[in-house]
């Protein structure tokens, strides 16, 4: 079955600052997709950045980079630069025929 | 604009009484997924389709029931079976895997 495990509920970080939140997935498959989310208060979810799993080269949209551990099952988000309206949920999710979510890490951005 | 659209966006039911979630798409996706969210549980799968007159149980799909007639619409009914029913409900759609999904606004269900 696929799983995946945010083990950070709440991240902190400064602005201008950089941070990494974290998460693994189990999965019997080798090709799928990984993705990062963004839920702000309004709830609404943002695509964030997305992975293929047979590319070994890490994705990258602006100041979103993520750090993708195939063999280790790895998936970590880092964020640089951070800004106030990165403050948000993050989810992070894995998809074959289905995505399924993570439990989510709480960043907070502090001037 | 292409996209998609959840109705109500708070909705409020006695308990017992069945409800129904409304979802549209005009995005021509082929596949659409409803989600329920609990704070603390991030988002799990009640029910998705992947083409028209059929569709798949998610992780958690008692009490619920979906129907999917044409590819723009997918309502949830949430019966009066599912015994904790107040969630934020969202509805996503998707036309490849790669893509990722698209989400609708949500629906806020408070049963009282």
């Known amino acids: 079955a696929q799983t995946v495990t945010q083990s950070q509920p709440e991240m902190s970080v400064q602005e201008a600052e950089t941070v990494t939140l974290s998460c693994t997935y189990d999965t019997s498959e080798s090709d799928y997709y990984l993705f990062w989310y963004k839920q702000p208060p309004s709830r609404q979810m943002i695509l964030v950045i997305r992975q293929e799993a047979y590319k070994q080269q890490n994705a990258t949209e602006n100041r979103f980079s993520v750090n993708f551990q195939k063999a280790a099952k790895s998936f970590s988000l880092k964020i640089s630069d951070s800004q106030l309206g990165d403050a948000a949920m993050y989810f992070c999710a894995h998809n074959t025929d289905k995505l399924i979510f993570g439990t989510g890490t709480r960043l907070q951005v502090f001037p | 604009d292409g996209g998609i659209t959840q109705s109500p966006k708070y909705l409020f039911r006695k308990e017992g009484q069945n409800v129904t979630l409304s979802c549209e798409q005009n995005l021509n996706h082929d596949a659409m997924y409803w989600y329920r969210q609990d704070p603390g549980q991030g988002l799990r799968l009640i029910y998705y389709?992947?083409?028209?007159?059929?569709?798949q149980k998610g992780d958690i799909a008692e009490g619920y029931s979906v129907s999917r007639e044409k590819k723009e619409s997918f309502p949830l009914t949430v019966t009066s079976a599912q015994k904790n029913p107040t969630a934020f409900y969202l509805c996503?759609?998707?036309?490849?895997?790669?893509?990722?999904?698209?989400f609708g606004s949500g629906t806020r269900l408070t049963v009282v």
């Open positions: 996503a759609s998707s036309i490849e895997g790669w893509y990722g999904y698209t």
């Open positions: 389709s992947q083409i028209v007159n059929d569709f």
